[in-house]
């Protein structure tokens, strides 16, 4: 598994913030940061997908070193 922080513009509506299992929601001042593991790329690529599909702006997608997760 690897860890990723997915941050997205503005504040994600209920219906979006639920559809991640997994993903810890952190709801910040301009932004949404969604936080957690996800087990490959096609579930990273399945997430960013249903953000965009949704009209959410992706700002940033990073992935972490295994030692700061």
């Keep these: 598994m690897d ?3 997915i941050r997205v513009g503005g504040h994600l509506p209920d219906d ?4 991640f299992s997994g993903l810890k ?5 301009v ?3 969604l936080d ?3 087990p490959d790329q096609a579930a990273l690529a399945g ?5 965009n599909e949704a009209g959410v702006v992706i700002i940033e997608v990073l992935k972490l070193p295994p030692d700061e997760g």
């Excluded at 929601?25 to 001042?29: A, G, H, N, S």
């Excluded at 997430?47 to 953000?51: A, C, K």
């Design 3 to 5: 860890h990723y922080i």
């Design 36 to 38: 957690g593991l996800l």
């Design 31 to 33: 932004q949404t940061a």
């Design 25 to 29: 929601v952190i709801d910040e001042p």
């Design 47 to 51: 997430v960013l997908e249903f953000l």
């Design 16 to 19: 979006t913030m639920t559809a």
